[in-house]
């Protein structure tokens, strides 16, 4: 199985009209915190944009909710 990302696709210009994107993170705490790290890492959100990570029920599941512009929209980097 082939698990490369293609970072083109995160690095890609927002034109035209914005609208609001809701991300959401729902898992283990270790898993949400490696996942925001990474995704700040390629520069799709920076980590203090993330809602603090809120337990769920009574499982080890937490969730962290991201609220950003998103666009209609997007032109790739080369």
Do not use: C, H
């Not at 490369?4 to 729902?26: A, C, F, H, W, Y």
């Not at 959100?45 to 997007?74: D, H, M």
């Amino acid at each position: 199985m082939n698990t490369s990302l293609n970072l083109d696709i995160l690095r890609s210009i927002p034109t035209g009209n914005q609208e609001k994107l809701k991300v959401v993170l729902m898992g283990e705490l270790d898993a949400i915190l490696r996942t925001q790290d990474f995704l700040a890492v390629v520069k799709f959100a920076e980590k203090k944009f993330w809602s603090n990570p809120q337990p769920i029920g009574t499982s080890s599941e937490y969730i962290s909710v991201l609220i950003r512009k998103s666009a209609s929209k997007t032109v790739a980097l080369n």
